[in-house]
């Protein structure tokens, strides 16, 4: 009777509607334009789900396997460090250390690419005027210390400077002599991306030169002054950065500074902007120049003929 195919004709319909419900649930089917289409616009990636069921799409049995969820390879210049940190590590994970998945050449996704580093001076020469280092102190991008030793300088200490460098006569018992601190160390620093508070007085420090590009200076970063409100050309302090900036007291007291506490602090300062000051740097910096490689066309018996030679053995040949 037309009555039976109207109710079988709208049992259909609804077990039709039922089914399109749950593949737009699964994200299997695109939401409807308007409500007059009855046509499901399947995805590229849902028709190998799906089979004819008496004329309507259907999924196959089975569970539909839920999608992968991807990490952004991009933070918001407010994250905080810890954010930074886990999305490191997702990203690492994800890519499991090789060129599948995510790639890991951006220095961004190496976390154990980054130590920051401190150095105090004590002084040496006429008056105590000159500066050499004696103690280093180098952290990994977590924070946690994987160097630090006091040096004896090469010369006589003049100058302790006990108020700023916290090294008195006692710290040199055990300390070990320059060369040998120096060669540890830029071991260490070999190959790093090396943050650091006006840095250049420790690479001073250290007789050592580390190439700009794989250098941070947290004393030179205007992104920083600009969170602290602070003038972005000024050279603002490590103690005063750390103050706007982490709501962290440093170098305070009598006792001199500590080289753990400033190279922790200069890298936590770092990681607060790092993403925004390494997108910033990538347009700035310019592209390492490419090693130089032979031309397999040139063949070197060419410069046996007598064309390559200078003027003066062309003559004296003839």
């Known amino acids: 009777t037309p009555q039976g195919r109207s109710k079988k004709k709208s049992r259909k319909h609804q077990r039709f509607m039922e089914r399109r419900t749950l593949l ?15 046509t499901p616009v399947v995805r590229p990636e849902a028709r190998s789900m799906l089979t004819k069921a008496g004329g309507i ?31 490191h590590a997702m990203l690492l994970s994800q890519g499991n250390g090789s060129s599948k998945g995510v790639g890991t050449s951006s220095p961004l996704l190496r976390p154990g690419k ?24 180098v952290v ?15 010369l006589p200490i003049v100058d302790y400077r006990t108020r700023w460098s916290g090294i008195t006569k006692q710290h040199m018992k055990n300390a070990i002599p320059f060369k040998a601190a120096q060669a540890e ?23 050592y030169f580390h190439p700009k590009d794989r250098t941070r200076d947290t004393s030179r970063i205007p992104v920083l002054n600009q969170r602290a409100g602070l003038p972005v050309g000024a050279s603002v302090s490590l103690k005063s950065l750390a103050r706007h900036l982490l ?32 997108t910033e740097l990538a347009c700035s910096l310019p592209p390492r120049p490419p090693s130089p ?23 004296s040949s003839l």
């Open 185 to 207: 160390i830029l071991k260490i620093l070999k190959d790093k991306i090396v943050v650091g508070h006006a840095i250049h007085n420790d690479f001073q420090a250290l007789k």
């Open 24 to 38: 737009e649930q699964k994200g299997l089917l695109s939401p409807r334009q308007h409500l007059g289409s009855q």
């Open 140 to 154: 990994n991008y977590e924070g946690d210390v994987i160097y630090d030793k006091y040096v004896q300088p090469e």
């Open 247 to 278: 709501q962290k007291k440093i170098q305070v007291g009598c006792k001199g500074h500590s080289s753990v506490e400033d190279a922790q602090t200069a890298m936590e300062l770092y990681r607060l902007v790092e993403v925004q000051w390494e």
């Open 114 to 137: 980054y130590v920051a580093i401190d150095c105090e001076m004590v002084g040496t020469g006429p008056q105590g005027r000159l500066s050499e280092l004696a103690r280093c102190s």
């Open 293 to 315: 490689v032979t031309d397999p066309t040139t063949d070197s018996s060419q410069y046996m003929d007598d064309r390559y030679w200078p003027t003066d053995l062309m003559a």
């Open 57 to 87: 799409m259907a999924p196959r049995c089975g569970k539909v396997p839920k999608p992968k969820q991807v990490v952004s390879s991009s933070l918001s210049p407010s994250t905080s460090p810890d954010s930074i940190a886990r999305h």
